[in-house]
């Protein structure tokens, strides 16, 4: 039998080992400017040398109260993530302004690496997520001040139901570079496709559907 000090050990390594893959780590430093132009390849960047850091790494003139032009769905997602700002490297934390036209939508979309909170500040969103097995829609209908909360991860979505005028939001997203899958796109309009046969069996339509819908144009909206 092993001794009570092995023991005790083991399960200390267990609770530590628990805790470091329960969250991402703290920051070590005050800050760890991205280095665009280092070789190194880590998760994220590597960091800047502190003596070439100034204010301007963490700085942009991003113009987030300006209305952007929308596409055809509608939308116009403006992210401001570490490629933007060196500065946010390992600060888990970016931003993005929304605009969306009369009946514009933010279709629906993941975020692989960020839990979201959206901000309306102008208009009436319909907004909504869906879990994962079972598959439940919780949504809302959100006014000027509005909060609501993505799940990291979930496919989620909004829409602006007015006819007549434009709506904006703010949202502040949990990761440096949280990443968009917006799911039309990514099903039929990766480069190379998905097999037609697959996802007419997916979808459980002719193959013909399939092949239409990978023929369009799939526009993305997050700049």
Same mark, same amino acid.
């Given at each position: 039998m092993a001794p009570p000090s092995i023991c005790l050990l083991a399960a200390l390594l267990v609770l530590v080992s628990?805790?470091?893959?329960? $969250?991402? #780590?703290?920051? @070590?430093?005050?800050?760890c400017v991205a280095d665009m132009h280092s070789p190194v390849l880590v998760n994220g960047f590597a960091c800047l040398d502190p003596k070439y850091v100034n204010a301007d790494h963490f700085f942009?003139?991003?113009?987030?109260?300006?209305?952007r032009k929308t596409n055809k769905v509608g939308s116009n997602?403006?992210?401001?993530?570490?490629?933007?700002?060196?500065?946010l490297n390992t600060?888990?934390?970016?931003?993005?302004?929304?605009d969306y036209a009369p009946l514009g939508e933010n279709p629906p979309h993941t975020h692989p690496r960020?839990?979201?909170?959206?901000t309306v500040l102008e208009g009436t969103l319909y907004v909504g997520f869906v879990t $994962?097995? #079972?598959?439940? @829609?919780?949504?809302?209908?959100?006014?000027?001040?509005?909060?609501?909360?993505?799940?990291?991860g979930l496919i989620h979505f909004q829409f602006n139901p007015?006819?007549?005028?434009?709506?904006?939001?703010?949202?502040?997203?949990s990761s440096q570079n949280p990443g968009a899958i917006t799911i039309a796109n990514a099903v039929f309009g990766s480069k190379s496709p998905i097999s037609d046969i697959v996802l007419a069996k997916a979808f459980?339509?002719?193959?013909?559907?399939?092949?239409?819908?990978?023929?369009?144009?799939?526009?993305?909206?997050h700049y």
């Open positions: 628990w805790q470091a893959i329960a $969250s991402d #780590p703290s920051p @070590l430093q005050d800050f942009k003139a991003a113009m987030l109260d300006t209305p997602v403006t992210l401001i993530n570490v490629m933007q700002i060196p500065g600060l888990g934390i970016s931003i993005a302004r929304i960020a839990t979201e909170i959206l $994962s097995n #079972p598959n439940t @829609l919780f949504s809302k209908v959100l006014n000027k001040g509005d909060v609501f909360v993505f799940p990291e007015n006819p007549h005028q434009p709506a904006v939001a703010i949202a502040a997203l459980q339509v002719e193959k013909g559907t399939i092949d239409w819908l990978q023929a369009q144009f799939w526009e993305n909206n």
